[in-house]
């Protein structure tokens, strides 16, 4: 993006951040962080996850989820996203943590702030694969390796979740 949308001189410089200014006109257009939401959903020891199936990222695992559509609220994104993905759909979703991530598509870096919710799932019955995943993949929580996920943020929540997960069975340990 050379040139100024307003004047439409070829005078647009990106600050390297989150604005392009025009030297001209002084007319500025932001690149804010777009928001994203992810779903952990565990089930017996075992979170879900997902293989992408599209760039970036591909063949890596995933947390189902996505952006957020204009005019969608989080959790609205995030059913979607579920439903789209998987055809499931959550009976709750509590926040867990958030994260910062960059996203390489089309030659273009967009940053963006991803929003993760621990979600109960009533029923499992019909899930399948679809859209952004090729396929999905119950993984045991203790024996899962961070680097097999596309993204940081991802990552960093699974990390945090197998500090905090404590499984809810009333088996003796
Ligand atoms: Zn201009």
Request: aromatic residues 12%.
């Amino acid at each position: 993006m050379l040139h100024c949308p307003n004047c439409g001189l070829q005078s647009f410089e990106f600050d390297g951040n989150k604005v392009y200014r025009c030297k001209a006109c002084h007319y500025e257009f932001f690149f804010n962080a777009a928001t994203a939401v992810g779903a952990l959903i565990e089930k017996d020891g075992d979170l879900l996850t997902g293989v992408r199936a599209r760039a970036p990222g591909q063949g890596l695992l995933d947390l189902p989820g996505g952006f957020v559509d204009p005019d969608e609220s989080l959790e609205q994104a995030l059913k979607r996203e579920l439903d789209e993905e998987l055809s499931i759909s959550p009976s709750s979703m509590r926040y867990f943590s958030s994260g910062s991530n960059r996203y390489l598509y089309n030659n273009v870096e967009y940053t963006t702030c991803d929003v993760f919710f621990m979600c109960e799932i009533d029923s499992f019955e019909g899930m399948q694969a679809n859209d952004d995943i090729s396929e999905y993949r119950w993984v045991p929580l203790d024996e899962i390796t961070l680097h097999a996920f596309a993204f940081k943020s991802v990552q960093n929540v699974i990390a945090k979740l197998k500090e905090t997960y404590k499984p809810f069975s009333g088996k003796a340990p």
